[in-house]
T-cell receptor
Framework: AQSVTQPDIHITVSEGASLELRCNYS??????LFWYVQSPGQGLQLLLK????DTLVQGIKGFEAEFKRSQSSFNLRKPSVHWSDAAEYFC???????????WGAGTKLIIKP | EAGVAQSPRYKIIEKRQSVAFWCNPI?????LYWYQQILGQGPKLLIQ????????DSQLPKDRFSAERLKGVDSTLKIQPAKLEDSAVYLC?????????????FGEGSWLTVV
C-alpha cells in the first residue's frame, strides 16, 4: 500500500538558518508529489508540486524540493528561513492508480529568534 | 481568482447537537472534497464529489455525517448528532477535475469544537 512518512514531528531552526524537511514515500512507480503549508488557524496552501521532468522543483515563498527516485524522497528546502515560515508542513503523494492523495502526518516548524 | 470559501469559520456546539458547514469551490472546479483534520494529524478525506455525484465516501461516518452538492457547485456537510471526537477542522477543497495528479486548492477551514 502507498504511504507517506514525515519522520520529524517538530523541527526548530534559527531565523536565517537553512531548512530541510524530510518526506519519504512508498510506491512502485513515480508518484505525483506535493508539499502544502498550513499556518496557524489557516487552511492548506500549496507550496510546490512534482509531476515529471526536472527533479528540482521551485515553489512559492522561496521553497524548493528535490525528487530523488533512488531514495523515494521529496525533501523540502529553504536556504534562509523567516519567522513567518513558522507553520506545519505536509507532504502528500498521489498516483495514477489512486485518485486520493495520501498525506503525511506533518512537520511543525518552529523558528527561534 | 476567488479561492475556496467556507463558513462558518468557527463553531462550538454541545455533543448531540447538529452543525452544518457550507463550501463554495473555485469557479469552474468540477471536483469538491471535504476533509477532516484532527489536531496534529494530516487531513483525512471524508467525501469527494465529481460535479454533483459522489466519487468516494468510504471514510464518511454515514450514521452521523451527510454531505450534498445538489447543483454541482456549492456543498454542505452536516453532522448530526455530534460527538466529542468530531472536534476538528473541516476543510473544503476543490480541483479542476478528479485524479490525484490535479492540484487541490483548500479553503481556510471550519473549526468545530464539540463540548
Amino acid at each position: 500500500a502507498q504511504s507517506v512518512t514525515q519522520p520529524d514531528i517538530h523541527i526548530t531552526v534559527s531565523e536565517g538558518a537553512s531548512l530541510e524537511l524530510r518526506c519519504n514515500y512508498s510506491y512502485g512507480a513515480t508518484p505525483y508529489l506535493f508539499w502544502y503549508v498550513q499556518s496557524p488557524g489557516q487552511g492548506l496552501q500549496l507550496l510546490l508540486k512534482y509531476f515529471s521532468g526536472d527533479t528540482l522543483v521551485q515553489g512559492i515563498k522561496g521553497f524548493e524540493a528535490e525528487f530523488k527516485r533512488s531514495q523515494s524522497s521529496f525533501n523540502l528546502r529553504k536556504p534562509s528561513v523567516h519567522w513567518s515560515d513558522a507553520a506545519e508542513y505536509f507532504c502528500a503523494v498521489g498516483t495514477d492508480s489512486n485518485y486520493q492523495l495520501i498525506w503525511g502526518a506533518g512537520t511543525k516548524l518552529i523558528i527561534k529568534p | 481568482e476567488a479561492g475556496v470559501a467556507q463558513s462558518p469559520r468557527y463553531k462550538i456546539i454541545e455533543k448531540r447537537q447538529s452543525v452544518a458547514f457550507w463550501c463554495n469551490p473555485i469557479s469552474g472546479h468540477a471536483t469538491l472534497y471535504w476533509y477532516q483534520q484532527i489536531l496534529g494529524q494530516g487531513p483525512k478525506l471524508l467525501i469527494q464529489f465529481q460535479n454533483n455525484g459522489v466519487v468516494d465516501d468510504s471514510q464518511l461516518p454515514k450514521d452521523r455525517f451527510s454531505a450534498e452538492r445538489l447543483k454541482g457547485v456549492d456543498s454542505t456537510l452536516k453532522i448530526q448528532p455530534a460527538k466529542l471526537e468530531d472536534s476538528a477542522v473541516y476543510l473544503c477543497a476543490s480541483s479542476s477535475q478528479g485524479g490525484s495528479g490535479n492540484t487541490i486548492y483548500f479553503g481556510e477551514g471550519s473549526w468545530l469544537t464539540v463540548v
